[in-house]
């Protein structure tokens, strides 16, 4: 799993799979996707790309098609299942980009982000409640192509085509806040603390 310069321990699984490790940048924008993640118990939560990485054809020098960058969408992994049933969940933000989440008593916050943006623009702030703890508000298949619901189809489409139904988390409370949100949200004494890009820091309790 290593390459000159580097002495890397082979992971146990990766997500999206890839062929190959190490899976090195190649220009077509996964260093975009450099967002902390977050754990609680077997999940992780992170900003990824998906199958739609590595389940379409590229379109052009870079890797690129339709639909394969996606930036605002956060998936819960489960870390402890095979690779069949590594999606949790998935969920879309609104907004260019997802920042970093973070995570406490099966509740997910995570703030929208728009790269490079210092402005006082609104940047939707979210809590969600993880399927675990809250029923789903409805099922996607776990190939996503572009926005959300842009896939294949639940059903017969999807599960033919190697894939599975997934849900789609319920937020609990979205609400905008003045600018982006890249970062982890704080989580201490009950509250949560949201530093945005255009300088403000938030406070807030349930």
Same mark, same amino acid.
């Given at each position: 799993?290593?390459?000159?310069?580097?002495?890397?321990?082979?992971?146990?699984?990766?997500?999206?799979? /890839?062929?190959?490790?190490?899976?090195? &940048?190649? !220009? #077509?924008?996964?260093?975009?996707?450099?967002?902390?993640?977050a754990m609680e118990g077997d999940h992780a939560y992170?900003?990824? !790309?998906?199958? *739609?990485? &590595?389940?379409? %054809?590229?379109?052009?020098?870079?890797? *690129?098609?339709?639909?394969?960058?996606?930036? *605002?969408?956060?998936?819960?992994?489960?870390?402890?299942? *095979?690779?069949?049933?590594?999606?949790?969940?998935?969920?879309?933000?609104?907004?260019?980009?997802?920042g970093a989440p973070s995570v406490a008593n099966g =509740?997910?916050? +995570?703030?929208?982000?728009?790269?490079?943006?210092?402005?006082?623009?609104?940047?939707?702030?979210?809590?969600?409640?993880?399927?675990?703890?809250?029923?789903?508000?409805?099922? /996607?298949?776990?190939?996503? =192509?572009?926005?959300? !619901?842009?896939?294949?189809? +639940?059903?017969?489409?999807? &599960?033919?085509?190697?894939?599975?139904?997934?849900?789609?988390?319920?937020?609990? /409370? #979205?609400?905008?806040?003045?600018?982006?949100?890249?970062? #982890?949200?704080?989580? %201490? !004494?009950?509250? +949560?603390?949201? %530093?945005? &890009?255009?300088?403000? =820091?938030?406070? =807030?309790?349930?």
């Open positions: 799993c290593s390459y000159p310069g580097h002495n890397l321990e082979c992971p146990k699984w990766t997500f999206p799979q /890839v062929p190959s490790l190490p899976f090195q &940048t190649d !220009g #077509h924008g996964d260093t975009r996707f450099i967002r902390p993640g992170i900003v990824a !790309g998906g199958f *739609n990485l &590595t389940a379409i %054809a590229p379109t052009d020098p870079y890797g *690129n098609g339709p639909g394969r960058i996606i930036l *605002n969408r956060l998936y819960a992994l489960n870390a402890c299942a *095979n690779d069949d049933d590594r999606i949790h969940w998935i969920f879309d933000l609104n907004g260019d980009a997802a =509740l997910i916050y +995570v703030g929208a982000d728009t790269e490079g943006d210092t402005s006082p623009t609104p940047h939707e702030f979210y809590v969600l409640a993880d399927t675990d703890k809250l029923p789903a508000s409805g099922s /996607v298949c776990s190939y996503q =192509l572009g926005p959300m !619901g842009s896939g294949l189809p +639940v059903g017969p489409t999807c &599960t033919g085509a190697g894939f599975k139904p997934v849900p789609v988390p319920q937020p609990v /409370v #979205h609400f905008p806040l003045t600018g982006a949100m890249p970062a #982890h949200p704080a989580i %201490a !004494g009950g509250r +949560v603390f949201v %530093a945005t &890009t255009a300088g403000f =820091l938030y406070g =807030l309790e349930p």
